[in-house]
């Protein structure tokens, strides 16, 4: 069963992400930019899809052009001068990742100069043996680390411009990553080396490199974002594989409990579910969208955005971007379950 429009289910998702979006604007200046120390890549880059998502085309359009004029190299690259952000976690772990949102808004927005440009960036990106893209710049890590979500985040911009078949390379490095962790594996890995070995010591904080299924406060967005990728691509493609690797890594969710609802790690829970009802019309996955939704319009503030005491001003501009992207695309994701794929409106986001 899909939604009408009116259904009153998803109407306090789409208040709660208009005062998100009311909360940015309020901070632009005359020219759409964020001031002082918030003017960094990491408060922006999710904004023009997010805004794109309400209908805010004009504001999401100029927004892009920011980005586009004050954050993008002659490269293809998105980065806040020599670093990618002030907030260090950028570099560490989303350098590629950071890249894609910008893209995949360019495509919504029709801004081609700029999608072409960070399409080529992410492309030289792309690590040969195993269909991934790097974590960061080439050369940044020696042991040449992808992680499942620049991976899914890659494809889904690839898929969103109509490159399907390296949309479809990025969806099977994420089946082997999956096939390789059956059971699932605890902890699940979510990270590979260049030579498509998965790894299972890295430098940085282990929550950020795998998941122990019956620990709370675990990174569930990467999972989240392999699923809603390889829904996408089933839904594109029609590959029963990429439909089984997107309730695969729903699967490994799930063995988490209910624990992954405590916060607003849940949030790519809430989109995968809702990809996967959209994909396969089971409403087994409708509740899990309900409870992540639920998490979320708890934890916003009074003001509209989302922010928790120990991230910095960007890492909370961000976030607030994300929530506001992901309540809308619950929303068009469940409405749109049961439609064949020719009455389904727009490109993949």
Known sequence: MSLLPYDGTPQPWLRAAARGAAWFEA????????????????????????????????LARR??????????????DFRTGASKSADPIYGRIADTYTNTWPVVAA?????????????????????????????GEP?????????????????????????????????????????EQAGPADPFCLYLDGDGRLLAELDLPERLYRIHLQRPDQAYVYLGMAAIFLAR??????????????????????ACGDRVFRGTGCCKTGWAAAGLYHLTGDG?????????????????????NWVKPDRSDVLDCDSTGEMVYHLTQYCLELGSAGLPAGEQEGSPQ
């Not at 992808?146 to 898929?159: E, Y």
């Open 284 to 304: 087994r996955y409708r509740p899990a969208v309900a409870a992540a939704a639920a998490q979320l319009l708890a934890a916003q503030g009074p003001a509209g």
């Open 107 to 135: 495509r919504v927005l029709g801004l081609d100069s700029v999608g072409h440009a960070g399409l080529a960036c992410l492309r030289r990106r792309r690590v040969e043996a195993t269909g991934g893209y790097l974590t």
């Open 233 to 254: 691509l089933g839904l594109v493609t029609g590959q029963a594989r990429y439909r089984a690797g997107a309730e695969g890594y729903f699967a490994v969710t799930e």
């Open 27 to 58: 901070r632009l200046g005359a020219d759409d930019r964020l001031p002082g120390r918030l003017h960094d890549l990491g408060s922006y880059y999710k904004w023009p899809l997010a805004l794109a998502s309400l209908g805010r085309l004009g």
């Open 63 to 76: 927004v892009l052009d920011v980005l586009a004029a004050d954050f993008m190299t002659v490269d293809g």
């Open 139 to 179: 050369g940044q890590h020696d042991d040449g680390r992808q992680d499942i979500v620049t991976i899914a985040g890659c494809g889904n911009a690839l898929l969103a411009w109509g490159a399907v078949a390296e949309a479809a390379a990025a969806g099977d490095c994420l089946l082997r990553v999956l096939a």
